[in-house]
Every structure is written in C-alpha cells, then in structure tokens.
C-alpha cells in the first residue's frame, strides 16, 4: 500500500461510486478499482460493499476512513515540517541553565526566542556547571548556561559564548548592614534599592556562606580571591548547592555571601544586598554547547543570546 492507494479510497469513500471518484481523480475507472481491491488485499479486509447503483463503505471502512484522513493530513504537513526543521523554527531545545541565570539573563533570553521562534518546545534543567558539563558529554542537554572555565580536556569538543559579566554583591542579614554613610540602615531585599557600598573588611568576621568548590571552582576560588586581596581568610560557615539556598541561610542569620549582582532581584525577607566598595572580581556567565552538534534549532538560539545580553550597572558585557 501506498499514499495514492489511501487517496484513492478517500475519494471513493466520500463520492460512493467508482465513476464520480475516477472523475474527481482524473483518471479511469479500471485503474482505480484495480488500485482499492490491491489495498483491501493489503489490509487483509473489504472496504466497500459494491453493487450496479453504488458503492457503500463496510464497517471496516467506516472506522478506517478517519485514520486514513488523519495519515494523509499527516503526510500533507511533512513538507512544511521539514521547512521547519531546517530552519530552526520547529524541534526541541534542552538547556541547562546555573541557578544565578534565573536572576538574570535568562529571563529575557527565554522570551526573546519564544518571540522569535514560538514553535520551538524548550526543556529547562537547573544545574550546577559541572553537572551541566556531564549532561552535555552524554547528550542529555542541547547548551547550558554556564559559569566558565571550560575544562581543558573538553576543550576540542565544547564550544563556549561569553554573555555577561558582573560584579559580586555581599548578601547580609537584614539590620546587619552597619550605617550605610548617610545615617541610615541598609534595605533589605523586599525593600527596593540596596544600600550604599560597604567595605568587605568590615565583615571578615562573619561566617561565610559559600558553596563547595567541587560545584563552581572557578567561582568559588573568585570570591576566595576578593579576600585574599584584602589580606584576608574567610570563616567559612555553611554550604549550599544552589543560589537560592545560600540567601536562605543568609537570610536565617546564619553568615554572609558573596553573590552575582543579578541575585539583587530575588527578594527574600531578611536579606539586604551591598556593593563592594573595593574593586570586585567579575562573575561571568556564557553558553556552553557541543562544537560538532550545532542543530539548527541550536543555532537559532546563539543567534538570538547574543542580542539579548545586556549588561548591569557595574558589568562589562563580554565581546
């Protein structure tokens, strides 16, 4: 059996009579009828009750004709699906993305290529950089966005697209953030602007909440290095896996943090966000995909994350 064999026995089936569908499909008669006995010996079973005056379908038929439609609006699409999938308007992204993302760049990255390519699906994955490296060794993420560096023996097979850069904040418990040079306390995170710069030095004996360095040891060897600077080692208090984690604890009391300037926007009661009056290192944050698999749908999706980054007061937008 084949498309034309389904096409041939829609015509029948909706003209009941063999001379009105060979019409309709402009061809003869014989061949028609020749074309619907070969696909009912194909399907194993009668279609149409045949008699002098006209042609009915057999309850078979009936059910089959529904399916049949639906295969060939199917087949009708393939070629516009194809288009599609060409072009990267159609398919599937997995990215993986680091829980400061969320804050940050990937908002307006997601609602700029859902404008741009809303038939696109997108599965999203929350993951730590060295978990985001894993999944795209074994193909289970399209890209990721990730903090950097790129493990040399990686080097040859991922491919890497600085976004944005930007400095640290220090998170400290809400009412522990010492004068803030005009007379008054320093806002918490519910409560709009943070306050001015504090020296870190002033709270170098506060415990530290940080995550593990296996996790991000780039990042975490930056925020070692902003005391190091100042001739300073931290007391480190808590770990946490996950960003939202680590203002929890600050917010619990439970130390201070050192976070990205993006985790300004998550507000959470007891937490207020400092600028550093020293010179901060910068956090950056980029895309990392599988340089030999750049799927159209993946391309569309660079494309579209190099119009989008944008840089916060303070950053530097990577070129």
Avoid: K
Wanted: proline share 8%.
């Amino acid at each position: 059996m084949d498309l034309r064999q389904f096409r041939y026995f829609v015509a029948v089936a909706e003209e009941r009579h063999f001379g009105r569908a060979a019409q309709r499909l402009s061809m003869t008669q014989p061949p028609l009828s020749q074309q619907i006995r070969a696909l009912e010996a194909s399907l194993g079973a009668p279609l149409f009750v045949r008699t002098n005056r006209s042609v009915e379908l057999t309850a078979v038929g009936r059910q089959l004709l529904p399916e049949v439609r639906r295969i060939l609006a199917d087949a009708d699409a393939l070629p516009a699906l194809a288009q599609g999938l060409a072009h990267g308007e159609v398919g599937t992204l997995s990215l993986g993305f680091v829980s400061t993302a969320d804050y940050g760049i990937l908002p307006p990255l997601l609602r700029e290529f859902g404008e741009r390519y809303p038939r696109v699906r997108l599965q999203l994955l929350e993951a730590t950089s060295d978990i985001q490296i894993e999944a795209l060794m074994e193909g289970r993420i399209d890209a990721g966005l990730f903090i950097p560096p790129v493990p040399a023996r990686y080097a040859n097979e991922l491919s890497y697209l600085p976004i944005i850069r930007e400095p640290l904040m220090l998170a400290l418990p809400a009412g522990h953030g010492g004068n803030d040079g005009r007379g008054g306390e320093a806002h918490d995170s519910a409560g709009g602007q943070p306050g001015a710069p504090v020296s870190l030095a002033d709270f170098a004996d506060e415990p530290l909440v940080i995550f593990p360095r296996r996790v991000a040891p780039a990042f975490y060897d930056i925020i070692m290095g902003c005391y190091a600077a100042l001739g300073l080692t931290p007391r480190v208090g808590q770990e946490a896996i996950q960003m939202q984690t680590i203002v929890s604890l600050v917010s619990a009391g439970m130390g201070v943090a050192l976070v990205p300037q993006s985790l300004c926007h998550l507000r959470r009661t007891g937490v207020t966000y400092r600028a550093l009056r020293e010179t901060s290192a910068l956090i950056e944050t980029g895309l990392l995909w599988r340089t030999a698999e750049v799927t159209p749908v993946l391309e569309g999706f660079l494309e579209t994350a190099r119009g989008v980054a944008h840089t916060p007061p303070g950053a530097t937008l990577s070129a």
